[in-house]
């Protein structure tokens, strides 16, 4: 999952996570697979979603704590 990450003060972040099921891990091209991007996406069946709403289909859930760089005044 490709992620851009804006928030007021901060240097913009963009970067990727990876599933740690994923079967491509170890022959990424670009060498960009780092095992503090590998993480667990959890699938959950339909029904009410961590937010608050209601999904009609199944869906996955991933918990990351992303670090933003403060920026240079």
Do not use: A, M, T, Y
């Given at each position: 999952m490709h992620l851009l990450i804006n928030a007021p003060g901060y240097?913009?972040?963009v970067t990727h996570i990876f599933r740690e099921s994923d079967p491509y891990l170890d022959s990424d091209a670009v060498f960009g697979v780092r095992s503090s991007l590998i993480t667990q996406w959890v699938?959950?069946?339909?029904?009410?979603?961590?937010d608050g709403p209601h999904s009609t289909t199944p869906f996955y859930q991933v918990?990351?704590?992303?670090?933003?760089?403060?920026?240079a005044t």
């Open positions: 240097k913009p972040l699938r959950h069946e339909s029904g009410k979603i961590p918990d990351f704590e992303f670090v933003l760089n403060k920026r």
